[in-house]
C-alpha cells in the first residue's frame, strides 16, 4: 500500500489569509499529499498585544477558512499544548500520531531563511521532508546558504510543471518549490483593517465576517 503523505503548515495565522491557501492548494496538488494539516502556534496570553489575537480566535479562523476543503484539516496540536510551539515537539508528536505516513513540512522561503534560529533544527531537518515554497520578495535560491552545515545533495529546486517522484524521496529532503505566491501578507491585512479598509478577496468571506463580528486587529 502507498504511504500515506501528510503536509504539516504552521504558522501564525494571524490571521489566515488566501495567501496561504493558494500555497498549500499548489502544493497539495503537486505532492499528490493526501492531508495538510494547519497548524496554528501557540503564542503567549501575555504576549498578545492588540497586534496578536488570542490562540483560540486563530484557531477558528483557520476552522472557518479550511471548511470546504476535502484535503486540509485545522490541527489545534500546538494551540492545545498551551506552550510555546517548538517544531521538533510538534513533528514528534505528529510522528507517533501517524506512524507510516510520509511528513512533509511546508514553508514559505521567508520562514526556511530564518530556521537556524529553531530549537534542534539540524534534527528538524533530518526528521522530515521539507518543502519550501517562493514567496514575493525573496528567492528560492536563498536557501542554499542556510543548509551549508549539512549536504547540499539532499535539496533539489523543482522546475514550475515537475512533481516530486518516489526516485527523489529516496535521494532528497528539501525541496525547493517555485509557485505563484499571492502578495498578501497577515502584517498587511492587520494593517488595512486598522485603517478601516476593506480586506475582501485577501481572506475567505467566512474570516472576514468573524474578524469584524469580534472586532479583531482594531487598535
Ligand atoms: P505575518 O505578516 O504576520 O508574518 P504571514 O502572512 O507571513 O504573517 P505566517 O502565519 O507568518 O503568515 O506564515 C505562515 C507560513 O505561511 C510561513 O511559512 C510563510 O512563509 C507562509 N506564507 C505566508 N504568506 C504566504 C504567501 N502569500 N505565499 C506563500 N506562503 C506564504
Ligand atoms: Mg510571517
Same mark, same amino acid.
Not at 108 to 129: M, P, R, S, Y
Not at 147 to 150: N, R
Given at each position: 500500500?502507498?504511504?500515506e ?21 499548489? *502544493? ?10 494547519f ?28 471548511? %470546504? ?26 510522528k ?30 533530518? /526528521? ?18 542556510v543548509? /551549508?552545515?549539512?549536504s547540499r545533495?539532499? !535539496? ?11 526516485? !527523489? ?7 525547493? *518549490? ?5 502578495y498578501?501578507? %497577515? ?12 480586506? /475582501?478577496? !485577501? ?8 474578524? /469584524? ?7
Open positions: 500500500m502507498k504511504e503523505r501528510i503536509g504539516l503548515f504552521g504558522g501564525t495565522f494571524n490571521p489566515i489569509h488566501s495567501g496561504h491557501l493558494r500555497a498549500a492548494e499548489i *502544493v497539495q496538488k503537486r505532492l499528490d499529499l493526501d492531508k495538510v494539516l497548524i496554528p502556534s501557540y503564542i503567549p496570553p501575555h504576549k498578545n498585544s492588540a497586534k496578536i489575537a488570542s490562540p483560540a480566535h486563530r484557531m477558528k479562523m483557520v476552522e472557518l477558512a479550511l471548511h %470546504s476543503h476535502p484535503h486540509f484539516i485545522p490541527s489545534s496540536i500546538e494551540v492545545d499544548a498551551e506552550e510555546r510551539s517548538y517544531s521538533i515537539i510538534t513533528l514528534g508528536k505528529i507517533k500520531l501517524y506512524p507510516n505516513s510520509r511528513i512533509f513540512f511546508i514553508l514559505g522561503i521567508d520562514a526556511f531563511l530564518e530556521i537556524d534560529t529553531w530549537k534542534n533544527h539540524e534534527q528538524v531537518l533530518e /526528521q522530515c521532508f521539507f518543502v519550501v515554497i517562493s514567496r514575493p520578495g525573496f528567492r528560492l535560491e536563498e536557501a542554499e546558504a543548509v /551549508q552545515g549539512i545533495e539532499i !535539496m533539489c529546486e523543482l522546475s514550475k510543471s515537475e512533481n516530486i517522484n518516489d526516485d !527523489m524521496l529516496r535521494t532528497r529532503r528539501i525541496f525547493l *518549490v517555485p509557485i505563484d505566491a499571492l498578501i501578507a %497577515s502584517t498587511n491585512i492587520r494593517e488595512k483593517i486598522k485603517r478601516g479598509e476593506s480586506i /475582501q478577496k !485577501m481572506v475567505p468571506d467566512e474570516v472576514d465576517a468573524y474578524i /469584524q463580528r469580534n472586532n479583531l486587529y482594531q487598535s
